[in-house]
């Protein structure tokens, strides 16, 4: 079985190698090319790879290039994990839109927009070349707006799944929590990506008792500690959001705080060099604790169910992941792109019926996907008018004044990325 990962110069990448390197017999990888333009960066990380999997007697090839064509060449999968603009970029993201009183981040808000428009049109780019190349590879997105960029590929007729870590880090906290195994936990996971609410806590499977009121009366201080939201809210909601409806939620206190502290993209620029020193260590061979920080916890677990799923002869496996609604949220278009539990095989996942979404949840999403289907336009077609529009159109921003210098902001500070600027 051979893997490509387009990105594979990300300091993210360690924690998937060593997921590989432990879940081998769930998806028995034998060779696994990375693929960056950071030649430098690459050697690097590929020479870490190589001596994690020594290090766990993992038999897998590793092989890196810049060669995007020649990496994903017979390739059974291809993880997207790229970030255009780097941390650099990133950092824009995050400081600009606070200019204008707004929630400054790299997923969602204005952002989340500037990060869409610099990346749907490579992501593209490059799942053409995977189509020439390996017409029968499954891509697997886990490059953030993961919500826009899964439907842009989806919308493109590609092979495409959508993965983010949420869900499957919120399933090991409340089995943590209830003393369970994180198998015996699954969630009635429902909206859209970095909008979800846990609906229901449920032990053994999609029909099995849910603990969920029992979770929050016994350790909702805990719960909401981790979410960084007042208790109060959890015991208005009687569901667990996850850690992003905090921007929403709590948005004035959350735009202070970040004009008063540096940036997550400074730090983790800063952790990013003290990783890749670490990394160039040839004595290293397994994933330092400090990549913990780093983000993505448990993406390698995440992503190698997924692989497993899509390309192994057993049974449909259940899993989070982002693909078409299909009726799934009957208020949202068919072709919307949604985050829910579904049954994953050979032929792609297919949504679980999901419970029905109170019109406190439901609100909101249709709001956001309608935001998502205009951002997508802009992201595909380009021009002033359309980012404008799909600024007006998402709850964090909302009104005509702000969207109007956000859109200024966004494109003068985006201009090296966006031809048609």
Request: with cysteine.
């Given at each position: 079985m ?9 300091t ?5 190698i060593?997921g590989?390197?432990?879940l081998?017999?769930?998806l ?7 693929i960056?333009p950071a030649?430098?960066?690459l ?6 790879a190589?001596r ?8 897998a090839?590793v ?5 995007l064509d020649?990496?994903v060449?017979?390739a059974d ?5 790229l970030r255009?603009?780097g941390?650099?970029?990133?950092l824009?993201d ?5 200019e204008?009183g ?8 204005a952002?989340?927009?500037?990060k869409?428009l610099?990346?749907?049109?490579v992501v ?15 891509i ?43 198998a015996?936990?699954?969630l009635?996971?429902?909206g859209?990506n970095?909008?979800t609410?846990e ?7 999609p029909d099995?008792e849910?603990?969920l009121a029992d979770l929050?009366?016994?350790?909702g201080e805990a719960?909401?500690a981790?979410?960084?939201l ?6 208005r909601l009687?569901v667990v959001?996850?850690?992003y409806?905090?921007?929403?939620y709590a948005?004035?206190?959350?735009v ?16 990013e ?6 990394y160039a260590?040839?004595a ?5 604790a400090?990549?913990a ?6 993406y ?8 497993a799923?899509?390309?192994g002869d057993?049974?449909p496996?259940?899993q989070?992941?982002?693909t078409l609604?299909r009726?799934?949220?009957p208020f949202l278009p ?11 095989d050979g ?5 679980l ?6 019109p406190?949840y439901?609100?909101?999403v249709?709001?956001v ?5 205009l951002?997508?336009d ?5 021009g ?6 799909a600024?007006l159109?998402?709850?964090?921003v909302?009104?005509?004044?702000v969207?109007e210098g956000?859109?200024d902001?966004?494109?003068a500070h985006n201009k090296e990325?966006?031809p048609?600027a």
């Open positions: 051979k893997l490509a990962v387009v990105g594979g110069g990300s993210y990448t360690p924690e998937l060593d590989f390197a432990r081998r017999d769930t028995p990888v034998s060779e696994l090319v990375l960056d030649a430098q960066r050697e690097l990380i590929g020479g870490l190589r994690i999997l020594a290090r766990q007697g993992h038999p090839r092989s890196t290039t810049c060669d020649a990496g060449a017979g999968a291809v993880l997207l994990q255009i603009g941390q650099a970029a990133r824009q995050e400081t600009w839109p606070l204008c707004c929630v400054g981040q790299e997923t969602t808000g952002g989340g927009l500037a869409a610099r990346t749907v049109p593209l780019d490059i799942a053409e070349r995977v189509r020439r190349a390996s017409p029968d590879a499954w697997i997105d886990f490059t953030n707006p993961v919500g826009i960029v899964t439907r842009a590929l989806l919308q493109a007729g590609h092979k495409a799944v959508g993965l983010c870590n949420v869900a499957i880090g919120l399933q090991r906290k409340f089995a943590a929590l209830l003393g369970l195994a994180p015996d936990i699954h009635d996971h429902v859209l970095h909008l609410w609906l229901g806590v449920r032990r053994g499977g099995g849910d603990l929050l009366a016994a350790h719960v909401a981790d979410l960084r007042p208790r109060a809210v959890l015991d009687g959001p996850s850690y409806l905090r921007y929403f948005h004035d206190e959350v202070r705080e970040m004009g008063a502290k540096p940036s997550r993209a400074a730090e983790v620029a800063a952790m060099r003290e990783l890749l020193a670490l260590d040839p290293l061979d397994e994933k330092p400090l990549l920080k780093r983000g993505g916890a448990f390698s677990e995440a992503a190698v169910d997924l692989a799923a899509l390309l057993g049974g496996a259940v989070v992941v982002n609604n009726g799934t949220l068919d072709d919307a792109v949604i985050e829910v539990q579904a049954r994953v032929s792609g996942p297919v949504p019926p999901v419970p029905r979404l109170d406190l439901a609100g909101l249709s709001h996907s309608a935001y998502e289907d951002a997508l802009a992201a595909l077609r380009g002033r008018e359309r980012v404008a529009k600024l159109a998402h709850p964090l909302g009104r005509f004044d969207a956000l859109t902001r966004l494109l990325y966006l048609w």
